[in-house]
């Protein structure tokens, strides 16, 4: 059974940096594709970042592309999102968990507490 513990989220002023960290427990860590994703508040939650088990494979919303990065440890079960240029609208409540590409986010039946990230000034 997949758990996992993200955090790192705070308050950033807009153009400021955030790095979020995910420690993955259970299931196979190792070869699986893992993702972010966030919920913002009023919205659904939605896509954010994904990566291979390897870490050679990448994919990102479009409204984060050249701003985020997405990385793992395998060593340390943990993976991550280090978040450039952040802006008002990246307020949400982080979440990593598999990524499944067949899978929209109301298909996954587990989600942990997530990590709040608010931009302002």
């Known amino acids: 059974q997949l758990h996992v513990v993200e955090s790192g989220g705070g308050l950033v002023q807009p153009g400021g940096s955030l790095r979020l960290s995910c420690l993955v427990s259970g299931g196979t860590f190792s070869t699986a594709t893992l993702g972010w994703f966030r919920q913002a508040p009023g919205k659904e939650r939605e896509f954010v970042a994904a990566i291979s088990w390897s870490g050679k494979q990448t994919d990102y919303a479009d409204s984060v592309k050249g701003r985020f990065t997405i990385s793992r440890d395998n060593a340390k079960n943990t993976v991550y999102l280090q978040m450039n240029s952040l802006k008002p609208e990246d307020t949400a409540v982080y979440y990593c968990?598999?990524?499944?590409?067949?899978?929209?986010?109301?298909?996954?039946?587990?989600w942990g507490q997530g990590t709040h990230v608010t931009v302002s000034s």
């Open positions: 968990n598999n990524y499944y590409t067949s899978y929209g986010v109301h298909d996954y039946d587990y």
